[in-house]
């Protein structure tokens, strides 16, 4: 497989998703803007790494045999080795990055360049994983792993919106920022990875089948009740929630966009 199919197979969803959150954006970010927060989020990946294989040795790096490792310490290192540190690079670069732009004057700019970081992350690591396991991954990938990143990213951004809008209580909304989507982020590696088990015959694969799409769905619908709380009217929302135009989530009106959610 050549370089440029490589880059396309691993970057098609990150563009569309990417388009979609600047278009649709009533009063659009400069796209040389949106384009910077997407290199900060592709360089996070780099730290990430580092820190995920220090922070999966100290667990013994249970990760490295899935099916055989015990469900409580998969799930730990799953949240903590890898959803922890992902979420926190993208957080510390976003955090970083958005302290010093002007362009970042509305509540809901901070969920497009919180998503953008998470696009650009998913990018790079996109890349990597089409390299090390072939074009195959590409499409599972598309459809569950890039949505998700963006997903933790709405969540990210939703809460870095209500800290910044906020006297009481901003600390608590910029810990929820981070610990928020590293929880989601954790609990869909570690499904990811205790799936083996099912390949193995050591448990029903329907069971994980379903517990994934139950995670998927319900982190969607939190991203939903996130979203609700910001919108003001006629203001749109994150790509992977545009199935949701027109309906009462785009509709609520700016009184509910004043009331942090819980």
């Not at 294989?53 to 799953?78: E, M, N, Y």
């Not at 990055?97 to 970081?117: G, Q």
Request: aromatic share 10%; charged share 20%.
């Amino acid at each position: 497989m050549s370089p440029a199919q490589v880059l396309a197979l691993a970057s098609g969803p990150v563009i569309v998703l990417l388009h979609v959150i600047w278009s649709v954006d009533r009063h659009r970010e400069p796209f040389g803007n949106v384009f910077k927060y997407l290199l900060v989020g592709g360089a996070t990946i780099w730290p990430a790494i580092v820190v995920e294989t220090l922070a999966l040795r100290a667990f013994g790096d249970p990760t490295s045999d899935p099916a055989h490792t015990p469900i409580p310490l998969l799930l730990v290192a799953s949240v903590i080795g890898i959803g922890l540190v992902e979420e926190l690079v993208k957080y510390l670069g976003l955090s970083f990055f958005a302290r010093r732009d002007r362009h970042l004057d509305e509540r809901f700019d901070w969920v497009v360049y919180a998503v953008t970081v998470s696009l650009g992350f998913a990018l790079v690591e996109n890349v990597k994983y089409v390299v090390d396991f072939g074009p195959e991954v590409a499409m599972p990938r598309a459809l569950f792993a890039v949505p998700a990143h963006a997903l933790c990213g709405t969540l990210m951004g939703c809460r870095l919106a209500r800290a910044a809008g906020a006297g009481v209580g901003a600390t608590k909304q910029r810990v929820l920022a981070l610990v928020e989507p590293a929880l989601w982020h954790g609990v869909y590696d570690f499904l990811a990875f205790a799936s083996s088990r099912a390949e193995e015959g050591q448990l029903p694969g329907s069971l994980f089948d379903a517990l994934f799409g139950l995670l998927v769905l319900l982190h969607w619908t939190r991203c939903v009740n996130q979203v609700r709380g910001l919108l003001v009217e006629g203001e749109p929302l994150p790509p992977v929630l545009y199935p949701l135009r027109g309906t009462k989530y785009a509709r609520r009106a700016g009184a509910r966009s004043s009331k942090p959610d819980a």
